[in-house]
């Protein structure tokens, strides 16, 4: 974009990039504020106005005008399924931002009739029953309408699954199928599985059904993973951390972004974690990883940032809310064994840890170790997600070097945890403001794909307001953080929790050229705006790697989607809604549409015998008397 006032000159070292009339909020206590940033060979040369970016503009530096917008260090998801969600993101249909079931129910119909025989309709996370306006799931009865003779796979949450018929019948469930530990098959009088599976409490269930679908050619894996990558440049991520995870084994399913790595062809930086997958075998594998790589292998694109988030499945609780807690057997020896061996091979790890009861069970295992001097021993550790930490297994984690990760699971997830708890307890799920207090790193986080959306948007939003996807308060003022104090957790602490504070998290000379101009400023907007704010331009190390807007084409061009009946093909990914202020007429138009199909599902219950047979009288405080 041709920008007066800066011309070019002579220049020995030109930059590559230059941005400038920009908002820059850089996150650097020296300069928190510019209107310039110039970047050459990735890394940030001068932050400042246009007297100090113009002399290292070249004939050949790009030029762009922010017109005055918002620019931020790029985001950094401290805990996102990057490497698994890359793998299937075109074989998905996102739900993700839809405000009712009567929109996803269509995209399903039109989905399920461009899908091939043989292909199954997914619809894997990033939503919740409480986002719509119906407030409910679809039923397997609606979904058989939708697709007969395709199968269909809904996830909701950690909790349940919605199998049409073809699904039942693809994934092999009869009524000879034995229930599975840890889950149910929802069966019918006669014994026939009726579509629902429940986690009760293990999700285990509903992730090796899915596991049964088919998956990506190798070629298409790379396709599928730069597009999603594309989707997370979309909202200004520029790095995130990956978790692992369940059925991603080390290295078969890390070659794909090995390759595209090798290829330069990442438009995100990826840390990424090993997750031993059989249990019982947990000590073999990490024993058998620390003789084949190190912590910080790699290099700012992609690398090696320790073991987990399970170390040991048998210390792995489960986070259904909707069920109660689960009581975890003896597993402190192995778990002892798991975390001795990482520690004194100078490996660090992140623990999937949503209790305190099992923080606490955690914790003296480390305590014990520490009387061998490897705690704190410099080695980088974690607790994630933690909604019910308590103060004193805070105070214990500062003593033993750690830190934590917390994820925005109460965004789809803060009314069964009110429902199950109570508020008093969900006022600190998990207690965030007391994290800050004792000086920990604190790290911020979605948990995407398979339960919170990839939206970070969603998640500082949760940060900032308490507030879940169906608007319920959960978090009150007390355990809420500013918006700058969120954005850190989204910058600076995810740097830090993977070493590289560095050298990226803020905009400064010497750091690398990370980050985003926002289609809204982030700092000014009413809270509720927060939600619909995307990046217009992400820069990773001075590549353009996402642009929209005035800046569109400016960005590096992606194969086409493939296979050509992907969803993402034809409804994309996050299902942006408008902005509240500018649709109330057409909002108030699908609460209606949603309002009369909720009625007609009670009709339907009720002549099934499930709900009563007139309607609930409807009761307002403020008519009566």
Not at 435 to 463: C, F, K, Q
Request: proline share 6%; glycine share 10%.
């Amino acid at each position: 974009m041709p920008v007066g006032g800066l011309v070019p000159s002579a220049t020995d070292n030109p930059a590559d990039l230059v941005v400038r009339n920009a908002k820059i909020h850089t996150g650097d206590p020296g300069r928190p504020q510019a209107d310039s940033l110039a970047v050459r060979d990735g890394v940030i040369v001068v932050v400042g106005d246009d007297k100090d970016v113009a002399p290292h503009v070249g004939p050949g530096t790009k030029v762009v005008d922010a017109l005055g917008r918002r620019m931020i260090p790029g985001l950094n998801d401290s805990h996102l399924h990057v490497i698994r969600g890359g793998l299937n993101y075109v074989l998905e249909l996102r739900w993700d931002g839809v405000p009712t079931l009567r929109q996803g129910l269509a995209m399903l119909r039109e989905q399920a009739a461009r899908t091939p025989k043989g292909q199954w309709v997914r619809v894997v996370g990033g939503w919740s029953a409480e986002q719509f306006a119906e407030r409910r799931l679809p039923t397997v009865a609606e979904l058989n309408a939708a697709a007969p003779d395709t199968p269909v796979f809904v996830l909701h949450l950690y909790r349940s699954a919605v199998l049409n018929r073809a699904a039942l019948k693809a994934a092999g469930y009869t009524r000879d199928t034995p229930e599975p530990k840890g889950g149910q098959i929802v069966r019918g009088r006669d014994g026939e599985p009726t579509g629902m599976l429940l986690a009760a409490p293990s999700a285990l269930i509903l992730y090796s059904t899915l596991a049964a679908a088919p998956v990506l050619e190798d070629e298409d894996k790379k396709t599928s993973t730069r597009h999603f990558l594309r989707e997370l440049n979309r909202f200004g991520l520029t790095s995130a951390i990956d978790a692992a995870g369940g059925f991603q084994n080390f290295p078969d399913n890390y070659s794909t972004v090995a390759e595209l790595a090798e290829a330069g062809q990442l438009s995100l930086r990826i840390a990424y974690h090993l997750f031993p997958q059989t249990a019982g075998q947990e000590i073999e594998d990490l024993a058998r990883w620390i003789e084949m790589a190190r912590p910080e292998d790699g290099d700012e694109w992609l690398r090696l940032n320790g073991a987990g988030e399970n170390l040991t499945w048998a210390a792995a609780d489960f986070e259904n809310f909707s069920q109660p807690r689960p009581e975890l057997g003896a597993y402190e020896a192995e778990f002892e064994k798991a975390v001795r061996l990482l520690m004194e091979n100078g490996w660090g790890f992140r623990l999937h840890a949503t209790y305190d009861e099992t923080i606490r069970r955690d914790l003296a295992v480390f305590e014990k170790l520490a009387a061998d001097g490897l705690f704190p021993a410099g080695n980088r550790w974690l607790f994630d997600h933690a909604e019910t930490v308590s103060a004193d297994s805070l105070d214990r984690v500062a003593a033993l070097g750690g830190a934590m990760s917390v994820q925005n699971r109460l965004s789809f997830q803060g009314e069964a945890f009110v429902s199950r708890y109570g508020p008093g307890a969900a006022a600190d799920a998990p207690p965030i403001r007391a994290m800050l207090e004792r000086g920990l790193t604190v790290g911020a986080g979605t948990d995407a794909t398979r339960v919170s959306t990839y939206n970070p948007w969603i998640a500082l939003h949760w940060l900032v307001t308490g507030r879940t996807v169906g608007d319920l308060i959960v978090r009150p003022p007390h355990n809420r953080v500013d918006r700058r104090t969120a954005l850190a957790m989204f910058t600076e602490a995810g740097a830090s929790l993977t070493g590289e504070e560095g050298v990226k998290g803020v905009l400064r000379p010497g750091f690398l050229g990370d980050f985003a101009v926002l289609s809204e400023d982030y700092f000014t907007v009413p809270e509720p705006e927060i939600t619909h704010i995307e990046s217009l331009l992400t820069v990773v190390g001075g590549r353009i790697v996402y642009a929209a807007a005035e800046y569109e084409g400016l960005d590096e061009e992606l194969p086409p989607v493939s296979p050509r009946w992907s969803p993402v093909a034809h409804f994309g990914g996050y299902q942006a809604a408008p902005s509240t202020g500018l649709s109330g007429a057409r909002q108030a138009e699908l609460l209606g549409q949603a309002a009369a199909e909720s009625e007609q599902h009670r009709q339907w219950r009720a002549r099934h015998g499930t709900a009563p047979q007139s309607a609930s009288t409807f009761f307002d405080p403020c008519f009566s008397l």
